[in-house]
């Protein structure tokens, strides 16, 4: 069992839908990462967190340290979200734990 | 600024050959890092230099050397690799190590050995 488990391993939605993809974690962190990977590379950091709840443009993203869980939230969502989601656990070395992704389509 | 400039975005070579990755970024960041990350799978991390100094080494063949000249440049050196180290190199830099700094990634090269 991985250390960082996310869910959906795919997900597709049409323009307009609220997403949520899931991770929950079974280690000790200081933070999470949320990343963002469209398909040829570069990894875009959205989030990291590690309390509460943060909100940038369409994006929102919880965690609820007591049950290892944290939410990634896109309203309104467009094609240009298609991507790959990943979430990554921080450990008070400087590793990062990473999950498996989610990847996202979303058709017009 | 927010960018880390990885070069070259595309390397091929062969399994004779020498060659570096280069990663550099200007956001006063005293954490680097390399991950490698094969298709359809997350990255791993491979290399961690704080303060320009190696602080982990994930136990990666000595066919790859990290070099970090100083705090803006981290070097990947490449020597006699094989065909399944095919794959993309990430950089990573963060304010410093340890906890709570948001890691900012370069684009990538993705290299293929031949």
């Known amino acids: 069992k991985n250390e960082v488990e996310q869910s959906p391993q795919n997900l597709t939605a049409q323009e307009g839908e609220f997403i949520t993809i899931n991770c929950s974690y079974s280690?000790?962190?200081?933070?999470l990462h949320w990343l963002q990977q469209h398909p040829g590379g570069g990894i875009v950091s959205l989030f990291m967190l590690s309390s509460g709840k943060k909100k940038h443009g369409r994006l929102i993203a919880t965690i609820n340290i007591q049950e290892k869980h944290s939410s990634l939230h896109i309203t309104a969502s467009h094609p240009r979200d298609s991507a790959v989601y990943i979430c990554?656990?921080?450990?008070?070395?400087?590793?990062?734990?990473f999950g498996t992704g989610t990847r996202l389509q979303v058709f017009p | 600024d927010t960018e880390v400039t990885q070069t070259p975005k595309h390397l091929v070579m062969g399994m004779t050959n020498k060659k570096s990755l280069k990663c550099e970024q200007h956001?006063?960041?005293?954490?680097m890092y390399w991950y490698k990350q094969k298709a359809k799978k997350p990255p791993e991390l491979m290399f961690v230099y704080s303060y320009e100094k190696l602080s982990i080494n994930e136990s990666v063949p000595s066919r790859f050397s990290p070099e970090c000249p100083n705090s803006s440049l981290l070097n990947l050196h490449l020597h006699a690799l094989q065909p399944e180290d095919s794959a993309l190199y990430l950089c990573?830099?963060?304010?410093?190590?340890?906890?709570?700094?948001?890691?900012?990634f370069g684009a990538g090269t993705r290299l293929s050995v031949l």
């Open positions: 280690v000790g962190i200081s933070a």
């Open positions: 990554a656990a921080l450990q008070n070395t400087d590793k990062l734990i």
């Open positions: 956001m006063g960041h005293r954490a």
């Open positions: 990573a830099s963060s304010q410093s190590s340890g906890e709570k700094n948001i890691q900012y």
